[in-house]
Structures are given as structure tokens and as C-alpha cells.
């Protein structure tokens, strides 16, 4: 389903999450447009994880409400991604599976999508034994056989050693912009998806982000375009942030 | 001490020249608990797992009940189960007292709340770890019970074993509603019990030189099956590096 750009795919309207005496997050006002790619960024704790999962479905809303403004398939990455002591290709073919396609199509198409990151060759491979990174591009290969139109990410890099971590964000810069990168093993030509993640890695932020968000206990300090955020001005907070994982 | 040395002897000539009368006693043993802990653990599985993933109002008592079943003293079980097979109880008109299914019967009831508690344990964990990614996936929670039951399969093999090792060890059970009939209802547990009342220390000494060596076997098979899965796991990671390297240049 094609998806005009610009049309909102998800709007949260003054949501909170509260964990007993915990307010994970407070407030937030947040608007997920077709081919943006939102970063969400903030010390451990500030609600990015949460927010992803309430975008998600995964988690509840204490207050406010989650809208789903126009009807799109998604899919979310982890950050320790989780594969059953199966092949990779029936790890993939599984999340098909799950979504209502027939097993034998599910596998078959399992395997393009083990193509698209590079790692057909381990089709047969216990997904268990594989190392972090290859992982991670199994899990990749699981959404992007999705074919979801958002893709939520909750630091998919932070867990890998820096070879890992280039590769994985290689993908995700392909499968979110696929026209802008040209290189890697993913082939060009699909349409982008729209992508919100988080990340400690301000660099990574840079090199993905359209928009970034910054996030304090729970509330949403500063939401800007990622140019705007990283050379004008920001709230203290945000500052010393930046300046903080910047040194 | 005077008879000990003696007994022993006389108890591995038992077991090394297979005795008919210990081994068929041997035999059923094996027969009951087997039998006992496979439709134990068909039902145990299920439940365990299910409870592994449910949230319903009351789950907390149902765990509590479940733990304490496990402390379940095997002569209250075979209190429990005599009453019910006796004649005048409910399950009376099977005409099960003292035989097999009697016995099998009260070593399954014995080992359901032991493979229904570890099972769910062992599910819950993998549902707290990686339930969520399960769900984002789109599995409902009874799907999410069976992935992550069949995911951890290799501790599940565990939970069998020390369900067959309550089993195969208990003797109160099998003692009321067997009756330890002779040539019927008489397994290892309730022999040597009998046999060292009786002051028979060779047979009673053999029988439990054969049950220790079962329940070394199968506790050592468990080693070796997890040391195989750890070294398979290791040499096909090896691989993948390989081939990935490979792929790369």
C-alpha cells in the first residue's frame, strides 16, 4: 500500500505511561508522518524504550490517547533481537507466518529476504549460534519481509562491536531511504520506510535522523528537525546533553 | 559390617548375572514410572507452559497452590488416590486397586505439579525476555506458550528427567495402592523396602545398585545432551564467522 508523504501514520495526543509510583512518560504530543525518520534521543530512563513501545501497541497508555491516523503495517526491532533455536530462514519465515501467509510462501519469501541482508547463505544456520550483528540482520530480514510501511527501532546498534554496528546501520539507512544509499548488499528500488528509533550514538543520529526528539523523565524537551537540532539553539537540558555525549 | 561385605558381593552377582526375579521387578518399575511421567508430562507441559503466559485475576494463588503441591508427600498422594480407586470411592468401578494402572496412576499425580511447576517457570522467564518480541511478531499469548515451550526444550528434557527421578525413587505411593504384590505390583522402591524388613540386604542392595545406576544414566545423558547443544551451538557459530568472513572478501 502506497502511502502519500506527508499523511500521518500515528499521532499521540497527550500520552502517559505510569509503572506504580513511576511516570515513564508524561505529556507527550507526538505525530509520526510518512518518510520521516525520527531519532529519539536521552539519558537511560527518559522514556525512549517506552515510547517506542506504546507507538507499538506493546504498551498501554496511562493517559492520553495512540491514533492511528492512516491504516499501514509496522514492525519492531530490538535491542537484543530474539531468535528461536531454529534455522534463520524459519526465524524469518516465522514473523510471515504470524501475519497470516502460508508456511511454504513464508519460507520461500524468508529467503529473499535473507538475500536482501546478505546472509542466504546461512539460511540453514541455528539462528541461536549466529554472532550479535548477524543477528540483528536476521531480525532485520524478519521486518523488512514485513514489508512494514513504519519501522520502530529501540537501539538496534547499541549491543554490537563497531564492524556489526556499521553494517546493521548500512541497512537500516537503506531500508529507510533506499534512493539515497546505492551501496551494501541491499538492492535499491523499494519504497522508503518511514522509521522512528532511539539512539545514544549522536553520529548515528546524525547520519539516519530527518527529526529528533529529546527526552527527559518522560517528556519530550525538544522536537526539531535534525538540523535545526544539532546547530541552533535547544533547552539547557538538551545542551548539556549533546555536549555531554558529544565530548 | 559382618554382613555388609557379603551382601554386596552377593548383590552384584544378582545384577551382573540377571537374576529373572530382580530384573522383572526392574522392568516394571521402569514400566510405571515411564508411563506415569509421559502422560504427567503430555498435560504438565500444556499447563506449565499456558500458565507460563497467562494473566488472569487469581493467578497468584494458582502459583502458590502449584508450589506447595510440589512438597506433596508421595503417602498422601497414595492416600489420596487409594481412596479414590478404593471400592467405595468414585473412580471405584474401574476395579484399578493394586495393579499397574493404580500405580501409574499415583506416580503421575505425584509428578504433575513438578513438570506443571518447572515447566512454567521456565516459560515465564522466556516470556519476560522475549515474550514482547513474540508479540510485536503477532503471536497471542497461546502461541507465545508453545514457541517459547518448544524453545526451550533442551531445560524441559530436564524437567522430564527429575520428573522421572521423583518417580522411579518414591515409594509411598506405589506401596498403598500397589499393595506390592509379588510378581504384580512389585517395583524396585517398595522391594527393597520389603526385602530389608525381611533382612534379604543382597536383593534389597541390588535393587538399589539398579536404581542409582538408572537415575545416574539418566542424569548423565542430560550432561551430555546440554554438552553436545553447547558444542554444536559453538561449531556451527565458528562456521557462520566463516562464511560471513568468506562472503566478505
Redesign the interface.
Known amino acids: 500500500m502506497a502511502l502519500a508523504a506527508g499523511a500521518p501514520l500515528l499521532a499521540l495526543t497527550g500520552a502517559g505511561v505510569r509503572f506504580g509510583r513511576l511516570q515513564a512518560l508524561a505529556g507527550v504530543d507526538l505525530q509520526v508522518h510518512a518518510g520521516e525518520r525520527i531519532a529519539l534521543i536521552g539519558a537511560n530512563g527518559s522514556g525512549k524504550s517506552t515510547l517506542l513501545r506504546v507507538l507499538h501497541g506493546l504498551q498501554p497508555l496511562s493517559a492520553g490517547k495512540l491514533a492511528c491516523a492512516a491504516p499501514h503495517r509496522q514492525a519492531m526491532l530490538f535491542q537484543r533481537p530474539y531468535l528461536l533455536r531454529a534455522s534463520t530462514q524459519t526465524n524469518v519465515a516465522l514473523g510471515l507466518w504470524l501475519r497470516g501467509h502460508a508456511w511454504r510462501e513464508a519460507r520461500a519469501r524468508a529467503l529473499t529476504a535473507l538475500a536482501r541482508v546478505g546472509l542466504e547463505a546461512l539460511a540453514h544456520q541455528n539462528g541461536r549460534t549466529l554472532s550479535g550483528g548477524q543477528q540483528q540482520r536476521v531480525a532485520l530480514a524478519r521486518v523488512w519481509a514485513l514489508q512494514a510501511q513504519l519501522l520502530l527501532l529501540d537501539e538496534p546498534t547499541s549491543s554490537l562491536d563497531p564492524h556489526a554496528k556499521r553494517e546493521v546501520e548500512a541497512l537500516i539507512a537503506q531500508l529507510a531511504d533506499p534512493g539515497a544509499v546505492q551501496t551494501g548488499s541491499v538492492q535499491p528500488g523499494t519504497a522508503p520506510v518511514t522509521t522512528v528509533f532511539s539512539s545514544h550514538n549522536l553520529g548515528q543520529v546524525k547520519r539516519l535522523a530527518t527529526r529528533v526528539l529529546y527526552l527527559e523523565q518522560g517528556r519530550v524537551l525538544a522536537d526539531l528537525p535534525m538540523h535545526e537540532f544539532f546547530n541552533g539553539p535547544l533547552p539547557q537540558a538538551a545542551r548539556l546533553f549533546v555536549k555531554g555525549e558529544t565530548l | 559390617m559382618n554382613t555388609l561385605y557379603p551382601s554386596f558381593l552377593t548383590a552384584l552377582d544378582l545384577v551382573a548375572g540377571l537374576d529373572p526375579a530382580l530384573w522383572s521387578i526392574v522392568r516394571r518399575s521402569l514400566a510405571v514410572s515411564a508411563t506415569a511421567c509421559a502422560l504427567s508430562f503430555g498435560a504438565g507441559l500444556a499447563l506449565g507452559a499456558w500458565l507460563g503466559v497467562a494473566r488472569f485475576r487469581g493467578r497468584g494463588v494458582v502459583l502458590v497452590l502449584l508450589n506447595t503441591l510440589l512438597a506433596l508427600p508421595s503417602v498422601v498422594v497414595g492416600l489420596l488416590v487409594y481412596l479414590l480407586l478404593s471400592r467405595s470411592g468414585p473412580l471405584g468401578w474401574l476395579g484399578w486397586l493394586f495393579s499397574f494402572q493404580a500405580m501409574v496412576l499415583a506416580q503421575a499425580v505425584l509428578v504433575l505439579p513438578v513438570v506443571t511447576a518447572l515447566t512454567r517457570q521456565t516459560v515465564e522467564d522466556a516470556e519476560r ?2 515474550g ?8 497471542g499469548r497461546l ?1 507465545r506458550s508453545l ?1 517459547l515451550a ?2 526451550t ?2 531445560a524441559l528434557f530436564t524437567v522430564l528427567v527429575a520428573a522421572f527421578g521423583r518417580a522411579i525413587s518414591e515409594v509411598g505411593a506405589v506401596m498403598i495402592v500397589g499393595g506390592n504384590v509379588d510378581g504384580f505390583t512389585r517395583v524396585m522402591t517398595t522391594a527393597i523396602a520389603l526385602e530389608t524388613s525381611k533382612g534379604d540386604l543382597p536383593l534389597a542392595l541390588a535393587l538399589g545398585m539398579v536404581l542409582l545406576a538408572v537415575v545416574l544414566a539418566l542424569h548423565g545423558s542430560v550432561a551430555l545432551l546440554q554438552r553436545w547443544a553447547v558444542r554444536r ?2 561449531a ?2 565458528a ?3 566463516t ?2 568472513t568468506g ?1 566478505a572478501a
Open positions: 525476555a522475549y514482547e518480541q513474540l508479540q510485536s511478531l503477532g503471536a502461541l514457541l518448544w524453545d526444550r533442551l551451538d559453538a556451527a557459530g562456521a557462520a564467522l562464511l560471513a562472503a
